[in-house]
């Protein structure tokens, strides 16, 4: 079955950076773009950061661009998230999600996300 | 950006009743609009995708409905495992791909 497995967070203060991993297995990662969207502390869902299935596209949201970046390695089935410049906003839990449209990189053709990890917490604190 | 605005913020309601969460979207994202529901410590879980296409394993008091700029889910008779906070997200052309703040069903 489908499983989404993310790692890397912890602590960080505030400026430096982090990368996210997510290990993806059970259905043909290299066909499939993959979301990441994070959740403040008893907040809602805020979309983060997508990549199309070979890696061509990238596309994120305004409060993390030129901050972050999605990168994948379809040879290691896993999909990436290098986060710098940190700051206390960012604290929340990261899940990657894989996105339900096959071989799509392109506006129109993405299906959202139909699957997700568990996430993983990234707290931003001097 | 697309903006989605969900109401009720909070609905409290009884096990056995019938309930209709609502979606508004800024401008139209035609049929792609897809619900959540988030339960305390767990990740999303994909309800509805398409405005109205159930996804695998998604019981049958699960419906959604709408396209353009109004969407509603509607759960027919409430269980007690549905209590819950339901989002609804966009998918629309280009990213973001943004959520609406939420609605949690609390038991009456």
């Known amino acids: 079955q489908v499983q989404l497995v993310e790692s890397g967070g912890g602590v960080v203060q505030p400026g430096r950076s982090l990368r996210l991993s997510c290990a993806a297995s059970g259905f043909s990662f290299s066909a499939y773009g993959v979301h990441w969207v994070r959740q403040a502390p008893g907040k809602g869902l805020e979309w983060v950061a997508l990549i199309s299935y070979d890696g061509s596209n990238k596309h994120y949201a305004d409060s993390v661009k030129g901050r972050f970046t999605i990168s994948r390695d379809n040879s290691k089935n896993t999909l990436y998230l290098q986060m710098n410049s940190l700051r206390p906003e960012d604290t929340a839990v990261y899940y990657c999600a894989k996105d339900k449209s096959r071989f799509c990189s392109g506006g129109g053709c993405y299906g959202g996300e139909d699957y997700w990890g568990q996430g993983t917490l990234v707290t931003v604190s001097s | 950006e697309i903006v989605m605005t969900q109401s009720p913020a909070t609905l409290s309601v009884s096990p056995g009743e019938r309930v209709t969460l609502s979606c508004r979207a800024s401008?139209?994202?035609?049929?792609?609009l897809a619900w959540f529901q988030q339960k305390p410590g767990q990740p999303p879980r994909l309800l509805i995708y398409?405005?109205?296409s159930r996804a695998t394993g998604i019981p049958a008091r699960f419906s959604g409905s709408g396209s353009g700029t109004e969407f509603t889910l509607t759960i027919s008779s409430l269980q007690s495992e549905d209590f819950a906070v339901y989002f609804c997200q966009h998918y629309n052309n280009w990213p973001p791909y943004t959520f609406g703040q939420g609605t949690k069903l609390e038991i009456k």
């Open positions: 401008e139209s994202v035609n049929f792609n």
């Open positions: 398409g405005a109205f």
